[in-house]
Structure formats: C-alpha cells, structure tokens
C-alpha cells in the first residue's frame, strides 16, 4: 500500500502563488498516473490536474494556463504549481492515483485564498 503526504498549503491573497507537494512510499507509485485533486467544503472531490508515468499532463477547464503539475519518479513526488490563485481554489488539495482503485487518501493540505 502507498502512502501519499501533501504539504505546501497556506493562506495567500488573489493572485497569489503556491507550491504543492506529494511525497509517495512505495516504487510501485512509479508506474501509475497520478493527480491532484482538491474538496471545499460542500462539495464533491474533484480532479485538478493529472501526469502521467511518462510526464504527459492534462488539466481540469478551471486550472487551465494557472496551474502546473510535474513529478520526479526518482523522489517519487508529485508537486503542483499554483499561479494566479482565486477565492474559488479555495479547498483541501490531495493527490492520489488519476484513475482505478484510489490509494488510500493522505491528510491532503489547505489552500485558502482571501484578501
């Protein structure tokens, strides 16, 4: 079983930027896709952004030309960058396999966007 640790959250201001990294145990995490996936409060977890093993990315409407996701197989991270950040990024921001049976969720790291 893989265990996945978010970290890099914070408060920052509209526009603002922040780093988010996954931190996985296990090589098997190597092989899979993976992404980011965030929740606010009352509503459902969705996709942000996705990368695969092999390093090609695919983006969710609402993040496009905003965010960035990249790995390092070698660390076995997974990290995500956030320029231009809204009130609404606003949420609790985890990563995890981009399809099939979900690893297990990590704590996951909030992201709050407010003046």
């Known amino acids: 079983q893989v265990q996945l640790v978010e970290s890099g959250g914070g408060l920052v201001q509209p526009g603002g930027s922040l780093r988010l990294s996954c931190a996985a145990t296990?090589?098997?995490?190597?092989?899979?896709?993976m992404g980011w996936y965030r929740q606010a409060p009352g509503k459902q977890r969705e996709l942000v952004a996705g990368i695969t093993s092999g390093g090609t990315t695919n983006y969710a409407d609402f993040v496009k030309g905003r965010f960035t996701i990249s790995r390092d197989n070698a660390k076995k991270t997974v990290s995500l960058q956030m320029n231009g950040l809204k009130p609404e990024d606003t949420a609790v921001y985890y990563c995890?396999?981009?399809?099939?049976?979900?690893?297990?969720w990590g704590q996951g790291t909030q992201v709050t966007v407010s003046p």
């Open positions: 995890n396999k981009q399809m099939g049976v979900r690893w297990s």
């Open positions: 296990g090589s098997i995490f190597t092989i899979y896709a």
